[in-house]
């Protein structure tokens, strides 16, 4: 009998992708066989970074890595797992504000489709404070912020 590829979705913004990202990323590789950094695309949005300054940052961390690939989707997430045959959902959770709303939408996932499973990985205490939006107000007045994003964003 063949093994089915363990396919999870990463889905997020990443704009920019952070220190908090690659953690959760770093933690789920021995997981998955598959994990699919999946950048929704939403034109209702104003993009801090464009999506192919996001798409390149990320593929450069991960340049060796087989397991991750990156792609953008404008559907519902579920409905982007079903079309890769992602069974996994993975999702970051920095503290309880987090869990709460996170919950509601794997809730949600469950009742749209009970066979793709909602995991949750804890962010590392050390980067629970990191988050895009408090990078990009950091970029917007010239602070530094190499200790918040991995490799290089240019």
Known sequence: MEQTKRIAVFPGSFDPFTIGH???????????DTIIVAIG????KKDFFPIE????????????NPKIQVETYTSLTIDFCKLKNAMFILRGL???TDFQF????AQMNRQLSPNIETVFLVTPPEYG????TIVRELI?????ISKYIPGNID
């Open 22 to 32: 690659k953690a959760i990323l770093d933690m789920a590789l021995p997981l998955f």
């Open 102 to 105: 996170e919950k509601s939408i």
């Open 129 to 132: 404070h990191v988050s895009s």
């Open 94 to 96: 920095r503290n309880t």
């Open 41 to 44: 695309v939403n034109s209702e």
């Open 140 to 144: 917007r007045y010239g602070a530094d």
């Open 53 to 64: 300054k996001r798409i390149n940052h990320i593929l450069s961390i991960y340049t060796n």
